[in-house]
């Protein structure tokens, strides 16, 4: 794995793992405070994925256009 392989992996896992509080809280307490701020801890997780979907095609489109 290259260093921006191993950031980008490494700052999803950070990601995921600050939700576990309130997952925990949600799904095992029935808090429905920790369910608002989990709603609002997936639309972050969305945002992200879509960056890296984002990064990924744009460095597709870059290894397509450099083999033409």
């Known amino acids: 794995m290259n260093h921006l392989t191993t950031q ?3 700052e999803l896992l950070e990601l995921c793992h600050s939700f576990e509080k309130d997952f925990v809280k949600f799904y095992e ?3 429905k405070t920790a369910g608002i701020r989990l709603r609002k801890h997936m639309q ?5 994925a879509v960056g890296i979907r984002n990064e990924v095609q744009d460095i597709n489109d870059k290894d397509t256009e450099s083999e033409k």
């Open 44 to 48: 972050t997780l969305r945002s992200f």
């Open 29 to 31: 307490k029935g808090n």
């Open 8 to 10: 980008r992996y490494l």
